[in-house]
């Protein structure tokens, strides 16, 4: 079959998130299909600032065509509109507004998409929430089959969006507590689907020296990964890290892999490294006890799977659904609501390493069982025939 | 000594550990003054509502600083001479304008404080009772 993948930004220099999910896919459906990727010449996810030239490239071995950017985002632009339409009274003109001002805004894209609606079979779009899903389903018609990546934020709310679900010809979820949100805002009447989720491309850590002597950490470490900013749950994160340490002193470090979108506090015990490579990535996972989720709003999170892969426990923020029911199914780790709850399941895990090699074992099962890659690339041509 | 929460097959229920763990906190919470379970579970639905820990903390040491603050910062998204100019003029308005909205401010503040006071006194109260019913049920 012939497959095209419309998604927001694409590039090896993007490491997570919606995009990291559409490369993975996209190159594992190449193995048993032709793929090319649609997508923008944006870099920058704040500003969609284009970091990319316009045309057709090639990134891991597939055609990528980039399209240009009709402008920026303007932060001041829509976050009034984000306070009309998420708080006040409001018209459907407002939301689409909100969606245009949510850019990354590229009618050269849509435009594409509705020229080779004839050449491809099936088109995937991912992210529900940006202007190609909005404006490149209904371009792609039947063929479209959207993996929204929902979570429980404001946006999901909008009347558009729930219009916007009816349209495809199916939708991808990543999780049940995804689909059983997608309903809600439908009303049951979204297009047909399936909870597919993704496999995991782990690096190979073997590539990158062991964490601890590379990094220079020497007591034992809760492992954050990600972008780190306050929507992350970060800022609560470190309150709730600096009152366990005043309380109790555990001899245990938190150490942050990402870019920082915020202030990281000063604090001997909180460690940040920056940006880590794939492998870095690997072998700082393999040597921490826990790997820490603080997320309040996530749609699948692929490091909580990359963690339970390697056998690795998590501790993770059961104020959202779908972080708290990956928990549960899995058995892979404990999940807090507050600041108690977090400082005694994060004494538990500390301080019990029976406790940490049952939940890493029990998450790797899970892991092995529910996200294989033969199980993802079936689902999702389950979905192409639907 | 058995793991208090490993299964002897080598299993753990997540859903147990976590009700172990909050029966763990809620025993600790017994022993506690009264005002020291207040302020924890103040703090506990503050972080529901999920206000940060910069209003967070002045408000549980019962600072007045953490309450509403009339000054409104003067910001302009433009750069150079032009940023000098317009946050000159909003500054020299910045009087005017507070001569309306302070009234506003300085009431809603009020209602602010008096609804902390209330909520305070509310669930002291119920923890009082809490206890006494939780005695009551223990007693031969």
């Given at each position: 079959m012939r497959l095209a993948f419309v998604v927001q930004r694409y590039g090896l220099e993007v490491a997570g998130g919606a995009e990291l999910h559409c490369r993975w896919i996209a190159e594992r459906m190449a193995a048993r299909h032709h793929v090319e990727i649609f997508t923008t010449t944006a870099l920058d996810h704040t500003l969609w600032t284009a970091g990319y030239p316009a045309g057709t490239s090639t990134v891991g071995g597939l055609p990528v065509h980039r399209f240009g950017l009709a402008r920026a985002r303007d932060p001041r632009a829509l976050a009034a509109l984000s306070s009309r339409v998420f708080a006040q009274a409001h018209t459907r003109d407002d939301e689409e507004a909100w969606v245009r001002a949510n850019g990354p805004e590229s009618p050269e894209l849509v435009a594409a998409v509705a020229t080779a609606r004839e050449r491809f079979d099936a088109f995937f779009f991912f992210s529900y929430r940006y202007y190609h899903s909005y404006f490149g389903v209904p371009a792609a018609g039947r063929k479209a089959i959207l993996v929204p990546t929902?979570?429980?934020?404001?946006?999901?709310?909008?009347?558009?969006?729930?219009?916007?679900?009816?349209?495809?010809?199916?939708?991808?979820?990543?999780?049940?507590?995804?689909?059983?949100?997608?309903?809600?805002?439908?009303?049951?009447?979204?297009?047909?689907?399936?909870?597919?989720?993704?496999?995991?491309?782990?690096?190979?850590?073997?590539?990158?020296?062991?964490?601890?002597?590379?990094?220079?950490?020497?007591?034992?470490?809760?492992?954050?990964?990600?972008?780190?900013?306050?929507?992350?749950?970060?800022?609560?994160?470190?309150?709730y890290f600096r009152k366990w340490l005043e309380e109790q002193s555990p001899a245990v470090d938190l150490v942050l892999a990402g870019k920082a979108a915020m202030e990281i506090p000063e604090h001997r015990r909180i460690r940040a490294?920056?940006?880590?490579?794939?492998?870095?990535?690997?072998?700082?996972?393999?040597?921490?006890?826990?790997?820490?989720?603080?997320?309040?709003?996530?749609?699948?999170?692929?490091?909580?799977?990359?963690?339970?892969?390697?056998?690795?426990?998590?501790?993770?923020?059961?104020?959202?659904?779908?972080?708290?029911?990956?928990?549960?199914?899995?058995?892979?780790?404990?999940?807090?609501?507050?600041?108690?709850?977090?400082?005694?399941?994060?004494?538990?895990?500390?301080?019990?390493?029976?406790?940490?090699?049952?939940?890493?074992?029990?998450?790797?099962a899970y892991v092995e069982s529910e996200y294989s890659w033969e199980r993802v690339v079936g689902r999702l041509e389950g979905l192409i025939g639907a | 000594m058995a793991d208090p929460f490993v299964a002897p097959d080598g299993s753990v229920d997540v859903t147990k550990v976590m009700e172990a763990l909050r029966e763990r906190i809620r025993r600790r919470g017994a022993d506690l003054p009264v005002d020291q379970v207040v302020a924890r579970r103040l703090e506990a639905l503050a972080d529901e509502a999920e206000l940060g820990p910069d209003v967070l903390g002045p408000l549980l040491r019962g600072e007045r600083g953490w309450n509403l603050d009339p000054d409104y910062p003067l910001k302009t998204h433009r750069s150079g001479p032009a940023a000098w100019f317009v946050v000159g003029l909003k500054k020299l308005a910045r009087p005017f304008v507070r001569f309306y909205t302070d009234p506003i401010v300085a009431r809603q503040a009020q209602i602010n404080l008096y609804l902390l006071r209330v909520?305070?006194?509310?669930?002291?109260?119920?923890?009082?009772?809490?206890?006494?019913?939780?005695?009551?049920?223990?007693?031969?």
């Open positions: 929902a979570e429980e934020d404001d946006a999901i709310e909008l009347g558009v969006f729930a219009e916007l679900f009816r349209k495809p010809r199916a939708i991808a979820f990543n999780t049940v507590e995804e689909r059983a949100l997608i309903a809600r805002v439908t009303g049951g009447t979204a297009a047909p689907g399936d909870v597919v989720g993704c496999g995991l491309s782990l690096a190979d850590a073997g590539t990158a020296p062991p964490a601890r002597e590379r990094f220079g950490l020497r007591d034992p470490y809760l492992l954050y990964l990600g972008r780190i900013e306050p929507n992350k749950g970060c800022a609560t994160l470190f309150a490294l920056g940006f880590v490579s794939e492998a870095e990535k690997v072998a700082l996972l393999s040597a921490c006890q826990a790997l820490v989720m603080p997320s309040p709003y996530e749609s699948l999170s692929l490091v909580l799977l990359e963690a339970w892969r390697m056998g690795v426990p998590v501790l993770a923020n059961g104020r959202c659904r779908v972080l708290r029911g990956q928990c549960e199914r899995s058995g892979g780790g404990l999940a807090y609501r507050g600041y108690e709850e977090f400082a005694a399941s994060a004494d538990a895990l500390l301080g019990d390493p029976g406790l940490r090699a049952a939940l890493g074992r029990q998450g790797r | 909520v305070e006194t509310l669930l002291e109260e119920t923890t009082r009772l809490q206890r006494a019913a939780a005695e009551r049920k223990d007693a031969p």
